[in-house]
């Protein structure tokens, strides 16, 4: 037995009965290139990324741990107080130079940061510095990198980009079991959800043309029809996607509703009028309607699910490689970028 998916944006050929094969590729462009989540999450991944690593770079964690770890200390001369330009909320950064010498008489030169309203005036200073590598130094009291640690923070904004891809990612695989294992039913759009002013007394209110009335309430679902009435009033509007609720039977005779985005602008638009994919276990979670699956989606002459050619899809695909696999090494570029203009 085959299922006709009827006719939208596209001819349908026949659905082969479940389970039906959803290959390696599909999946990928289901899960990963199409959604939108996916893209926002990997977009807030590979930002997170590239700042922490630019400024983690230039907070020397290294060089505190070192000191921190181990140090002895030296008295030292400084040479000069440079302004950054750069403040630590409304307290300015300066740069400080300043020698000193090694137990064995050998001359060492540092550079250190301090966040304070004036810089050191005074010329003899004491320096921290690593015995087993004294290139590492500071004056006591001030920090070896450039910013201060509580930029740290910023590493747990790659976190909550993984946590939106997941998210996208785990929902997805809810609607892959739908492609491979969904029944088809017809169902009907009983309502929608928008927000409109509504008059009680004359109807509709119209923002483009009636003035401003006192007595007015806000209607937030109304009935298939009552959505197009409106429509025709003040337009179609732009064009996206409306939560609706379609409500189909199933084979067994159970009603059942379901909440979906749904696109008015297609060529099924006036009609409430859908085809759905639904899961006979859940039947409402990760409801598909057919009419609005993304055009690269087919079906073989086998009745299997196929991923045709997408040109958004390459693009999609560059974007992604370039925030999961770019953040770090292009935070690192700018860190030491930044570093080099800072330290010197």
Known sequence: ?????????????????????????FRWRWLVVRPILVLVGSAVFGCGCLAS??????????????LAMARREAPGDLKKAEDTGISGGEVPIFRLKYTFRLPNG??????????????????????????????????????TGFLPPFVY?????????????????????????????????RANITSCNVSVEFNCATGWIN????????????KSELSFEEFHRL????????????????????????????????????PLGQTPKRTVLYDPEHPRRALLCLEDLPAWVRVTP????????????????????????GGLPLG???????RAVHWH
């Open 231 to 266: 429509r025709e009033l003040m337009g179609p509007g732009p064009r996206g996607y409306t939560s609706c609720t379609l409500e189909f039977q199933t084979p067994g005779g159970k009603i059942v509703q379901a909440r979906r985005l749904v696109d008015f602008g297609g």
């Open 302 to 325: 086998d009745g299997v699910w196929i991923a045709t050619e997408d040109q958004k899809g390459v693009g999609r695909m560059g974007w992604l490689a370039l925030c999961w696999f």
């Open 53 to 66: 690593m630019a400024f983690a770079v230039n907070t020397d964690p290294i060089g505190a741990w070192r």
């Open 1 to 25: 037995m085959v299922h006709d998916l009827g006719e939208a944006n596209r001819d349908w050929a026949k659905l082969a009965p479940a389970p039906r094969v959803a290959p390696l590729w």
């Open 153 to 185: 923070i910023l590493w747990l904004v790659p976190p909550v980009g993984l946590a939106i891809i997941a998210g996208s990612i785990a929902y997805g695989l809810r609607q892959i079991r739908v492609f491979e294992r969904g029944e088809l039913a």
């Open 207 to 218: 923002p483009r043309t009636d003035p401003p009335q006192a007595t007015t309430a806000v």
């Open 332 to 338: 690192w570029i700018v860190g030491v970028i930044e």
């Open 106 to 143: 050998t001359l060492m030169r540092g550079t250190s940061f301090l966040e304070a309203s004036e810089p050191l005036k005074q010329e003899a200073v004491t320096v921290e510095y690593d015995p087993r590598d004294p290139r590492i130094n500071r004056i006591r009291g001030t920090r």
